[in-house]
């Protein structure tokens, strides 16, 4: 096919040279160019238009809108069509226009300023390849059905809303050229691929976002639109996968089912908000008639990734049919899967993570977190970067026998109820050994009682060194007094890490 084929419209054009507008009925030239008296005496508020490839300029759009308006009251389309069309002059003046069906504005042309304030959709809204050579204004718009924008170029925009979109908001690849403001409510906004040149600023109320392979260059936020209550309609990032994330501040964001894999300079990204993130399953719990008491909690409460939990899902066995009546919380639950329109807008299916990529993840994101000087968040991160160190297939035996040991007797350092019991048990144990074969004297010279206390005064090294050992006794006393340090000493850094700043 030829060039000239490729380009040609898919529509009778006016016979004018040059001219891509669409023919009027029984006309051989477009709106601006043929007799227009006819059409726009027609024209009825509702009215269905057709200008696609049009040439629009100021005058004739006021009398097209003009012919559209019901008595006082703003003008109103219904499926309307402008393809290609060419607006020209310094201001293009939709304000508070009503689209009642389809409206198609593929591939036009704005010389000038567009205005869009308080404009209406209630079908879909189509500006795919659009070009806004000003500034292009949609605060207050309303989109009842998609608003799609794919491929849209805004040389001079700097504020896209506050808009309305009940459905979808589709920005992929698009092109911001100014610092740009981004204000949406509701909806599912689509980045992927959308190209940021200065800084941008998405303020965000009930929005699911996707910003795969989006791309910034400067400084830039993503965040809870503050003039909305936070308890209330808190937006949710889905995923990151492609992003150079170094100038990006995510900030009061939903971030259970986020996925990173893939994005860059995770190391740096800014993460502001109180647990964005996915905990791990709650208590398992007894139900009894209409009461669910909780029983036992297998996991340690903290921070978790989507990706975690997309592969402990995997690794779960089934629940067995005799503990039905034990509600047992699993993961990958509702608040970390991934919504399938995410697969649909960025071509990606979600991939499945091994621990070696988790640990990896992981250890990117507490550096982030530490250089925030937001050392809870980072102690999370930590304890999962050891957990999918441990749970490796790759990592050594010997490697393993010594992550294992941390975790069991102090949950990597950042558990101190966990120290404390490893603490007592150590104590316990060897008081009833040095109770049994630690003295010189026999019968013992103390009671179990006493050798516990004898215990537990050595791992301070407070012990009576009068009292008369046997040898194995020294071996237990030393035992005693390496052990109680370490442990307190992990008491202590757990406590540290939950609570420093």
């Known amino acids: 096919m030829s060039e000239e084929a490729a380009q040609k419209p898919g529509w009778p054009t006016c016979d004018t040279d040059g001219c891509r507008g669409v023919r009027l009925v029984d006309q051989e030239k477009c709106l601006a160019h043929g007799d227009s008296q006819a059409f726009l005496a027609a024209l009825r508020p509702g009215s269905d238009l057709d200008l696609?490839?049009?040439?629009?300029?100021?005058?004739?759009?006021?009398?097209?809108?003009?012919?559209?308006?019901?008595?006082?009251?703003?003008?109103?389309?219904?499926?309307?069509?402008?393809?290609?069309?060419?607006?020209?002059?310094?201001?293009?003046?939709?304000?508070?226009?009503?689209?009642?069906?389809?409206?198609?504005?593929?591939?036009?042309?704005?010389?000038?300023?567009?205005?869009?304030?308080?404009?209406?959709?209630?079908?879909?809204a189509r500006f795919d390849?659009?070009?806004?050579?000003?500034?292009?204004?949609?605060?207050?718009?309303?989109?009842?059905?998609?608003?799609?924008?794919?491929?849209?170029?805004?040389?001079?925009?700097?504020?896209?809303?506050?808009?309305?979109?009940?459905?979808?908001?589709?920005?992929?690849?698009?092109?911001?050229?100014?610092?740009?403001?981004?204000?949406?409510?509701?909806?599912?906004?689509?980045?992927?691929?959308?190209r940021f040149a200065e800084a941008a600023n998405l303020q965000l109320r009930r929005a699911r976002v996707v910003l795969d392979a989006a791309v910034f260059t400067k400084p830039s936020t993503v965040a809870f639109a503050p003039d909305l209550p936070r308890r209330h309609g808190q937006p949710r990032l889905l995923s990151l996968r492609g992003v150079d994330v170094?100038?990006?501040?995510?900030?009061?964001?939903?971030?259970?089912?986020?996925?990173?894999?893939?994005?860059?300079?995770?190391?740096?990204?800014?993460?502001?908000?109180?647990?964005?993130?996915?905990?791990?399953?709650?208590?398992?719990?007894?139900?009894?008639?209409?009461?669910?008491?909780?029983?036992?909690?297998r996991w340690s409460r903290r921070q978790t990734l989507a990706e975690e939990h997309r592969w402990r899902a995997e690794l779960s066995r089934p629940r067995p049919a005799r503990w039905s009546w034990i509600d047992r919380p699993t993961w990958h639950g509702s608040t970390t899967?991934?919504?399938?329109?995410?697969?649909?807008?960025?071509?990606?299916?979600?991939?499945?993570?091994?621990?070696?990529?988790?640990?990896?993840?992981?250890?990117?994101?507490?550096?982030?977190?530490?250089?925030?000087?937001?050392q809870p968040g980072a102690a999370d991160f930590y304890y999962g970067e050891m957990e999918m160190r441990r749970q490796d297939p790759n990592t050594t035996w010997s490697e393993w026998v010594i992550l294992w040991l941390y975790w069991l007797i102090s949950g990597y350092g950042l558990r101190g109820l966990r120290a404390l019991a490893s603490l007592a048990v150590v104590v316990l144990g060897l008081a009833m050994l040095l109770h049994l074969i630690g003295y010189a004297t026999h019968p013992s010279p103390a009671s179990v009682w006493g050798s516990v206390l004898y215990a537990a005064s050595g791992t301070l090294w407070i012990g009576d060194d009068e009292v008369r050992l046997t040898g194995w006794g020294k071996l237990l006393l030393i035992a005693l007094r390496l052990a109680g340090p370490v442990l307190l000493g992990l008491t202590l850094l757990s406590i540290r890490s939950r609570v420093k700043r």
């Open 52 to 124: 696609r490839g049009v040439p629009l300029g100021p005058d004739l759009l006021h009398q097209v809108l003009t012919a559209l308006e019901p008595k006082d009251q703003h003008p109103i389309l219904g499926h309307a069509q402008f393809d290609s069309a060419e607006f020209s002059g310094k201001e293009v003046d939709f304000n508070a226009v009503e689209f009642r069906g389809p409206a198609r504005f593929t591939g036009a042309r704005f010389s000038g300023d567009a205005w869009f304030v308080s404009a209406r959709f209630r079908g879909n």
């Open 337 to 374: 899967q991934t919504p399938r329109w995410v697969v649909e807008r960025t071509g990606q299916q979600v991939q499945q993570l091994g621990p070696d990529r988790l640990a990896v993840l992981y250890r990117a994101l507490r550096k982030a977190q530490e250089d925030s000087k937001n």
């Open 129 to 194: 390849q659009a070009q806004f050579s000003g500034f292009a204004l949609f605060d207050g718009a309303q989109f009842s059905g998609d608003a799609w924008f794919p491929g849209t170029q805004f040389a001079q925009a700097r504020v896209f809303g506050p808009v309305l979109v009940f459905s979808i908001l589709i920005l992929d690849r698009a092109t911001f050229e100014q610092d740009i403001t981004i204000e949406v409510d509701g909806a599912e906004l689509s980045c992927v691929g959308t």
């Open 246 to 297: 170094a100038p990006l501040t995510l900030r009061e964001l939903n971030l259970a089912a986020c996925l990173f894999q893939g994005a860059h300079h995770l190391d740096q990204l800014r993460i502001e908000g109180t647990r964005p993130f996915a905990d791990t399953p709650g208590a398992w719990r007894l139900q009894l008639g209409r009461w669910r008491v909780p029983i036992w909690r």
